[in-house]
């Protein structure tokens, strides 16, 4: 089987770094994602990794590392609209079947 | 624009009634996905399509029923056996050349009376 792990919650202020967790047990591993999903809304895909390092996408970064099961979603110069749940997501060995962390909400105060 | 058209976006629906969830795309995806989401929690998976007339049972798909008789069609259909069909229905799908990116569509919110 496959489980993730996330903190359930995080604030911060705006202007200010950020980093979310995931650590995950899995019986294979292809890649580690994350997305974004506003209150009602759905996800949007933000990153993805499967070699170990950090992926940067404005101001987004992903980090993964394989040999500890560990990844992270950097934000920086948070700004109000970032508040929003976060969720890693990790595909297995074929790359197409997906499972979710519980996610992560994020809270930007001004 | 190519996506994913989900309807209906809002469904009720007495108990003892099946109900069939849409799910449309044109971005010629090979692989669709349904997942369900409850209040606070993550995304659980419920049935996976790879290609036409193949699907796999995901987690929870005890309850729930699908289709793949085209490439851009993928409806689920939620039937009386699922004890708690109160939930956010998302149906998703990926690209060959993308590893790792879901793309999403709007969500079915149902709601059992």
């Known amino acids: 089987g496959q489980s993730l792990e996330q903190p359930s919650e995080v604030t911060a202020v705006e202007g200010a770094i950020v980093q979310i967790n995931c650590t995950y047990q899995?019986?294979?591993?292809?890649?580690l994602s994350w997305y974004q999903q506003h209150d009602g809304g759905a996800p949007t895909f933000l990153s993805y990794?499967?070699?170990?390092g950090l992926e940067e996408t404005g101001r987004f970064s992903s980090f993964l590392s394989r040999s500890d099961s560990y990844g992270y979603l950097l934000l920086q110069e948070l700004q109000m609209k970032d508040s929003a749940s976060y969720f890693c997501?990790?595909?297995?060995?074929?790359?197409?079947?997906?499972?979710f962390g519980p996610g992560t909400r994020l809270s930007v105060l001004p | 624009d190519g996506g994913i058209t989900q309807s209906p976006k809002y469904l009720f629906r007495k108990e003892g009634q099946n109900v069939t969830l849409s799910c449309e795309q044109n971005?010629?995806?090979?692989?669709m996905y349904w997942y369900r989401q409850d209040p606070g929690q993550g995304l659980r998976l419920i049935y996976y399509s790879q290609i036409v007339n193949d699907f796999q049972k995901g987690d929870i798909a005890e309850g729930y029923s699908v289709s793949r008789e085209k490439k851009e069609s993928f409806p689920l259909t939620v039937t009386s056996a699922q004890k708690n069909p109160t939930a956010f229905y998302l149906c998703a799908s990926i690209p060959g050349s993308a590893p790792g990116e879901l793309f999403f569509g709007e969500g079915s919110r149902l709601t059992v009376l």
């Open positions: 971005l010629n995806h090979d692989a």
């Open positions: 990794n499967a070699l170990d």
């Open positions: 997501a990790v595909t297995d060995n074929y790359g197409q079947n997906f499972v």
């Open positions: 899995t019986s294979g591993f292809y890649g």
